[in-house]
């Protein structure tokens, strides 16, 4: 158990809708890093967040966002699904801002399956 | 696209073996990180390796960084079924994030 937990496990919705996954990182662990996974794009980096504040930004599309709250937990907001944003989304927490001297802890991840 | 490449893409064999998994990456690192993954699971840290370390051990598990050459090799000595999984190599080169490549999937056969 890596102590990153992110729910909902599985969601199913149609194109053109919107959800919210949610984490809540590692005890004492205040980066919160997000990452798609997909068949033909791999592992991708999508944003981090450090003690509340965006760190650093990846491959994140403009109708996706995330937030992180005071009390460490974080969300992503998936807006006008397309077909394509089907994928497995992972959830990472770490100690560290960035200097990836820590390993990251990620969930088991929300696959997200849009009809 | 991804910094690290894994090579094989898979790996088959047998219970008892050791598996050699590579990874080669292109930009100057601080660090690199192995991954684990099982089916559909999230990825476990396995070991990290910073930039001027040249091998590093942990139980069955020996990582080398070739810095020159940029590349990583993983070995898992004395497989099991267990290991089966999904391997991946992450490198970081600063910025905040951590690149992962498309990893080997690895299978123990019993």
């Known amino acids: 158990d890596s102590g990153v937990t992110q729910t909902p496990k599985h969601l199913i919705t149609a194109t053109g809708q919107r959800v919210t996954l949610r984490c809540s990182p590692r005890?004492?662990?205040?980066?919160v890093y997000w990452y798609q996974q997909s068949l033909d794009q791999g592992l991708q980096f999508l944003i981090q967040?450090?003690?509340?504040?965006?760190?650093a930004k990846g491959n994140i599309l403009e109708r996706f966002s995330a937030q992180q709250f005071p009390d460490l937990h974080s969300e992503l907001n998936l807006s006008s699904l397309e077909l394509g944003d089907s994928a497995l989304y992972f959830c990472?927490?770490?100690?560290?801002?960035?200097?990836?001297?820590?390993?990251?802890?990620f969930g088991n991840g929300t696959r997200l399956t849009v009809t | 696209s991804q910094q690290g490449e894994e090579d094989p893409q898979a790996l088959s064999i047998q219970e008892g073996e050791n598996a050699t998994m590579n990874c080669s990456y292109k930009?100057?690192?601080?660090?690199l990180q192995w991954y684990r993954q099982n089916s559909g699971r999230g990825l476990v840290h396995l070991i990290l390796?910073?930039?001027?370390?040249r091998e590093k051990h942990s139980g069955r598990l020996r990582v080398t960084l070739d810095t020159s050459k940029k590349s990583s090799s993983l070995l898992i000595t004395a497989s099991r079924a267990a290991d089966t999984a999904s391997y991946f190599c992450?490198?970081?080169?600063?910025?905040?994030?951590?690149?992962f490549g498309e990893g080997t999937q690895l299978t123990v056969n019993p």
């Open positions: 990472a927490s770490s100690v560290d801002p960035g200097s990836y001297n820590s390993p990251l802890h």
């Open positions: 005890s004492g662990d205040l980066s």
């Open positions: 967040y450090y003690n509340g504040e965006e760190r």
């Open positions: 930009t100057s690192i601080n660090n």
């Open positions: 390796i910073r930039s001027n370390e």
């Open positions: 992450a490198t970081d080169a600063g910025g905040s994030r951590l690149t």
